[in-house]
Nanobody
Framework: QVQLVESGGGLVQPGGSLRLSCAAS????????VGWFRQAPGKEREFVAA????????AYADSVKGRFTISRDNAKNTVSLQMNSLNPEDTAVYYC???????????????????WGQGTQVTVSS
């Protein structure tokens, strides 16, 4: 069992930055692929980014490529999402998720992930 807790959300102006963190406890976090997802009101949960256990592999949604960066520190059991050049369309609840699955060519479906955090709100507004 892995417990995930997100932090770092908040209100930011368009063009601003936020850094989200996902802290894990329980089983050895370094064995897990970790992803970030987001869900805006009235929309389905969508993939944002993912990182393999070794950090050798990463994947991003097209909508965030070049603006968001995912990273991990297995010694600290944390995965971070640096979000730059934020725009109102990035407003959503952001979730981190973990899976014991090996890195897949398509790591995006939420159904792959076994463990989820409670989410943190990100609001981009002037």
């Amino acid at each position: 069992q892995v417990q995930l807790v997100e932090s770092g959300g908040g209100l930011v102006q368009p063009g601003g930055s936020l850094r989200l963190s996902c802290a894990a406890s329980g089983r050895t976090f370094s064995n897990y692929v970790v992803g970030w997802f987001r869900q805006a009101p009235g929309k389905e949960r969508e993939f944002v980014a993912a990182i393999s256990w070794s950090a050798r592999n990463t994947a991003y949604a097209d909508s965030v490529k070049g603006r968001f960066t995912i990273s991990r520190d297995n010694a600290k059991n944390t995965v971070s999402l640096q979000m730059n050049s934020l725009n109102p369309e990035d407003t959503a609840v952001y979730y981190c998720a973990a899976t014991r699955s090996a890195w897949l060519s398509n790591i995006k479906p939420p159904t792959i992930y076994d463990y989820w955090g409670q989410g943190t709100q990100v609001t981009v507004s002037s």
